[in-house]
Nanobody, 125 residues
Framework: VQLQASGGGLVQPGGSLRLSCAAS????????MGWYRQAPGKQRDLVAS???????NYADSVKGRFTISRDNAKNTVYLQMSSLNPEDTADYYC????????????????????WGQGTLVTVSS
């Protein structure tokens, strides 16, 4: 399973960005998808997550400003970010827990965790 993130860039304080992450490969089912971020010198922290049923979870620091959504048919997760401030500057990583097909056609018995490459979000004037 591969995760391809996109949408990062430079934005002014108060601005908005939308991140996307598409999963591909031998996917049977993706249970939870999410976004994490890591600022320089800091640990990687959860930003938001969404289950296959659409239940969401947000870090307190982004509640009311960020919205996570997913398109199950496209195996894609989105992060709409608004009212951005410099503290939101970080590398953003998408994450997915997925059951996948093996080459013999069988399905993994449990979900495994997969990560995409980071996409840099810089909030600066």
């Amino acid at each position: 399973v591969q995760l391809q993130a996109s949408g990062g860039g430079l934005v002014q304080p108060g601005g908005s960005l939308r991140l996307s992450c598409a999963a591909s490969g031998s996917i049977f089912e993706i249970s939870t998808m999410g976004w994490y971020r890591q600022a320089p010198g800091k640990q990687r922290d959860l930003v938001a997550s969404i289950t296959i049923a659409g239940s969401t979870n947000y870090a307190d620091s982004v509640k009311g400003r960020f919205t996570i959504s997913r398109d199950n048919a496209k195996n894609t997760v989105y992060l709409q970010m608004s009212s951005l401030n410099p503290e939101d500057t970080a590398d953003y990583y998408c994450n997915a827990w997925a059951r996948h097909y093996y080459t013999d056609g069988t399905v993994s018995g449990r979900a495994y965790e997969f990560w995409g490459q980071g996409t840099l979000v810089t909030v600066s004037s």
